[in-house]
């Protein structure tokens, strides 16, 4: 009987212990979960988390009032598709829980404001995941001071080609009246027309990159890659016909993506490789590379090639390389701008390698869709 005794006890020690255990896991775990909601209610942006089946598990204030205040949801059924209806997100929810990989969209109109959305798997400490964090950034007002800068920009673009044109209009008529004309100022009337020209032609560049700018959605089709080079080619040859311009591409393919946008990008790369390159012969190769979600399009030159400190500042607006061999080479440093931006817009991803004396490659990788 004493030792059955003992046995009890002990067994009544063992379940007392237990249970405190269990009591301090009870308060660490809610513990846990307040530090849980303090940190998400710390982010200003929407943030919450939902599980493999699109259940919204965790959320902010933030979220609640973004996504939830004028919704009649009920809060044990606050699956995503009930709360958000745009079909490209959801897509996105179903390729993270799919693929466990970070997936992003950008630029998501939704109840009038904008939205940068990342979606990234939580790990538990087996390398699984059945939960899923998604940060909602509020973009609306960078959207909106962008929208004001290149309504700014494209505004004083299109009121200064007008006086413009007018002043390169008369100075040609008393250029043209040569009899009436003093000597003296023929050479005054031609800078000033000249002038007029690479001004008129900075604020068309202008232009073209506040546009490009605005597009917050591009119409892509699938058009021939090649086709497009041919009409870039024949276009730059009568501008520059004193050059022999070979283009050698490896073979005939398509692509996805804005048309009118990519005759913008390859007219501005194909021009910069002829108007910097001494050469009689311009040589430009273009060849193409296919994987499972990307399209890698690599252009190289026979150009004299760009020092290596000043390769990270050529895709900045205005900025020219400044180089003895590009001395008298005229040139508004907006081109390589204009065609980062196209491939910003098509999100995409555009690289340059370059050695002085050896010519310039530029590799521009896009995704398939």
């Not at 760009?306 to 061999?325: C, M, S």
């Amino acid at each position: 009987m004493f030792y059955k005794k003992n046995e009890w006890d002990l067994l009544n020690e063992i379940l007392l212990l237990t249970e405190e255990n269990l009591l301090i896991q009870k308060e660490n775990l809610l513990l846990e979960k307040h530090h849980a909601h303090i940190l998400l209610e710390s982010i200003l942006d929407p943030i919450f988390t939902f599980d493999n089946f699109l259940n919204c598990i965790q959320k902010n204030s933030s979220f609640q009032k973004s996504f939830l205040l004028n919704q009649n949801i009920n809060p044990k059924e606050q699956k995503l598709w009930n709360i958000f209806k745009e079909n490209e997100l959801i897509q996105k929810f179903k390729k993270v829980v799919e693929d466990n990989k970070i997936q992003t969209l950008n630029n998501l109109i939704i109840n009038n404001r904008y939205y940068n959305f990342t979606i990234t798997p939580v790990y538990t400490h087996t390398n699984n995941s059945n939960q899923y964090l998604c940060i909602c950034h509020d973009i609306t007002e960078l959207v909106l001071i962008n929208k004001l800068r290149v309504d700014f920009v494209a505004n004083i673009s299109h009121e200064v080609r007008t006086p413009l044109t007018s002043i390169k209009g008369f100075s040609q008529l008393l250029q043209n009246a040569k009899k009436s004309t003093d000597s003296d100022i023929e050479l005054p009337l031609s800078r000033i027309i000249y002038n007029c020209e690479k001004l008129e032609d900075m604020f068309n560049r202008l232009l073209k990159l506040s546009i490009i700018e605005s597009q917050f959605s591009i119409t892509k089709i699938m058009f021939s890659f090649d086709k497009l080079i041919k009409l870039v080619k024949s276009n730059l040859a009568t501008k520059y016909p004193q050059k022999e311009i070979k283009i050698e591409l490896d073979s005939e393919f398509e692509i996805f993506g804005d048309e009118l946008l990519f005759d913008q990008l390859l007219t501005n790369l194909i021009d910069n490789s002829i108007k910097y390159n001494s050469n009689k012969d311009i040589i430009i190769k273009i060849e193409h590379e296919l994987s499972l979600d990307f399209i890698k399009i690599i252009i190289t030159d026979n150009g004299p090639g760009i020092d290596k400190d000043q390769l990270g500042r050529i895709f900045e607006r205005f900025y020219r390389v400044n180089k003895p061999a590009y001395e008298g080479i005229e040139g508004s440093g907006l081109g390589l701008s204009i065609v980062k931006h196209i491939i910003n817009k098509h999100n995409g991803q555009i690289n340059v390698e370059s050695e002085l004396g050896q010519g310039s490659r530029f590799i521009i990788q896009l995704p398939l869709k």
